[in-house]
């Protein structure tokens, strides 16, 4: 190793470190409220707090179980029918138009629906994301169907392949480097609904209890909430990334 | 022109020589070196893209007979409807007017008995070699056992055996064609169509795989049709060169080509190769000139008619 790359090295480890610090610094210098913002190691005090009495885990798992059903389905919805309409025309002709109209709208925007349609109730949550998900996944179907390589076709065709294995054997897989782009935007899609869902009225769920702890001035576990999320996120893109590497190797 | 000239081959300097065993009963299609499959008649051909005033002739009463079991190169200029030819032989353009019979089927959509080798690989890049070469076979039925074996045997053929578990991405572009080549024959196909398949490639690597595919045809027997712009692998490859005029696509000439068989690059040098050469040049030329004279008093009329 170069000195230069041992110099790299030592500036990439020190990154957080001294951003903690600095943040340290500042809240505790007086020159700012540190009740408004408290220290890291306020911020961490409050965050064990949170964790001891078993609710971190809690608010956690709902968010997740939020994410991940709302994901799970509105990918798969997504991803059948944008190999679908990608390959047939008329399904593109019926449903195309439909879902170009709804697709730009933000997510957020249904949340005062949702509420008037499901409540408080899970359901309401899971639509959320599942609405965020979907578009976007389904577009990015869509477009791999249509734009994997004619002439991959041309040789299946010639090669004695079925009409109706083509799916399977060229359109999925030609189609799965650009599916996993989209999904892969939809998970930070579906996070960021998830924050509006919970925000919107639930009774569990880390951004629910970011709200709470802003109303009862805990700025120290807000802070340590939008950590959390952070984090939580940043693993799943993270584990996503390495996923689509092993299915998509030769994307 | 001996028939019985001693096959000692001059391979170039940086190309290996292609092993082939003597186990390949399974693979041959025809003992005696007579093909019974693979006779391809068109008939008054015409080939017509879009429709009313953008409508465009891209080949025109086009007529050709070719016995099971020949090697026939298409020659021509850029754009002259070379491609589209092969296109409509293997059933991915439907003719506007006439028809292309196989094995005195008409020819109506893409199928496996017509195998089609296209000027860039285009392997699934998601399967290994091996998966790429046993596709054919597989989806024609064959269980995944035997559909491999074949695979096996066709890369052996080819001269990548050793590549089978490799990925497309992970091999030379002379490579990869030839593992296309593979893929085409492992589904013993009655036609073989080819497109510039070695266009793309340097001139060494071309070399060898011209002798490579006469190698395999050689064994095979399959018809071949073979389309190039190079007149020297056009002569040197075929039975028979077939050259096409420029716009709208149509046949010039059709030459036999009488050279020592089996071809080995010892043709490249003999007297009677450069004759050849000579007669397709001046062919082109005469009947180029022909058809441009043609086409103008056509286009002229064309232009009174308006
Ligand atoms: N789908 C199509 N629609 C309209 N015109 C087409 C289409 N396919 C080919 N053509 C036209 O038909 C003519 C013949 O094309 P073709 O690809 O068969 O030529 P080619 O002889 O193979 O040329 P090259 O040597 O450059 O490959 C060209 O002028 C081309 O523009
Ligand atoms: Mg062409």
Request: proline residues 28%; glycine residues 4%; without cysteine.
């Given at each position: 190793m170069t000195k230069q790359q041992a110099l790299n090295r030592l500036v990439l480890g020190l990154s957080i470190p001294l951003f903690l610090g600095l943040w340290e610094a500042v809240s505790r210098s007086g020159s700012v409220n540190s009740v408004l913002f408290p220290p890291p190691t306020l911020v961490a005090v409050a965050l064990y707090n949170w964790a001891i009495d078993g609710s971190l885990l809690i608010d956690i798992m709902m968010s997740i179980s939020r994410v991940v059903v709302g994901f799970v389905t509105g990918a798969a919805a997504g991803i059948v029918l944008g190999i679908l309409t990608g390959r047939y025309q008329i399904l593109s002709n019926l449903l195309s138009p439909v879902f170009q109209l709804l697709?730009?709208?933000?997510?957020?925007?249904f949340v005062p629906i949702v509420i008037l349609w499901f409540?408080?109730?899970?359901l309401g949550k899971w639509f959320l994301v599942f609405w965020g998900v979907f578009f976007t996944v389904w577009i990015a179907a869509h477009l791999g169907v249509q734009r994997v390589d004619k002439t991959l076709i041309r040789a299946a065709q010639c090669l004695g392949t079925p009409e109706k294995r083509m799916l399977q054997e060229v359109l999925l897989p030609g189609a799965l480097p650009y599916i996993f782009v989209g999904l892969r935007t939809s998970i930070s899609i579906s996070f960021y609904t998830l924050v509006a869902a919970e925000l919107a009225g639930t009774f569990s769920g880390i951004a629910y209890r970011i709200e709470i702890a802003q109303q009862n001035l805990q700025v120290g576990q807000t802070i340590g909430g939008l950590i959390v999320l952070g984090i939580i996120s940043a693993v799943a893109d993270k584990v996503f990334g390495l996923l689509s590497h092993r299915v998509v190797w030769w994307g | 022109m001996s028939l019985n000239e001693p096959s000692s081959r001059t391979l170039p300097a940086n190309s290996k020589p292609i092993s082939f065993t003597s186990s390949h009963t399974s693979v041959k299609k025809v003992a005696d070196g007579v093909a019974t499959e693979g006779y391809i008649n068109i008939q008054d051909l015409s080939i017509v893209f879009g429709k009313g005033k953008n409508s465009f002739v891209a080949v025109e009463r086009i007529s050709l007979e070719i016995p099971p079991g020949q090697f026939v190169c298409l020659v021509g200029p850029s754009g002259c409807g070379k491609s589209t030819v092969l296109s409509a032989i293997a059933g991915f353009v439907a003719p506007t007017y006439g028809t292309i019979q196989v094995d005195g089927r008409v020819v109506r959509k893409p199928a496996g008995e017509r195998g089609m080798v296209f000027q860039?690989?285009?392997?699934?890049?998601?399967?290994t070699v091996l998966g790429n070469v046993a596709h054919g076979p597989l989806m024609s039925g064959k269980s995944k056992v035997e559909s491999h074996r074949l695979a096996r045997e066709f890369l052996q053929m080819v001269g990548l055996a050793n590549f089978a578990d490799s990925y497309p991405a992970t091999l030379s572009g002379g490579m990869q064609q030839r593992v296309a080549i593979a893929r085409a024959l492992a589904n013993f196909p009655r036609v073989l169509l080819m497109d510039e398949p070695f266009g793309a490639l340097d001139a060494q690597t071309r070399i060898m795989m011209q002798e490579n595919l006469l190698k395999l045809w050689e064994e095979l027997r399959t018809t071949v049709v073979f389309v190039t712009h190079d007149i020297d692998e056009a002569i040197f490859l075929g039975d028979r060169v077939v050259i096409m005029s420029a716009n709208p696509g149509c046949i010039l000439a059709d030459l036999p080509i009488c050279l020592s068989?089996?071809?080995?690059?010892?043709v490249l040098i003999e007297p009677a190769f450069a004759n050849l050469k000579k007669d397709c040049f001046e062919l082109i030329r005469r009947e180029s000139l022909l058809a441009f004279e043609q086409q103008s008093r056509r286009s002229s009329k064309i232009q009174r008619h308006r």
């Open positions: 697709r730009p709208i933000p997510p957020i925007a409540g408080l109730s899970e | 860039q690989p285009s392997l699934f890049p998601w399967k068989q089996p071809r080995n690059p010892e």
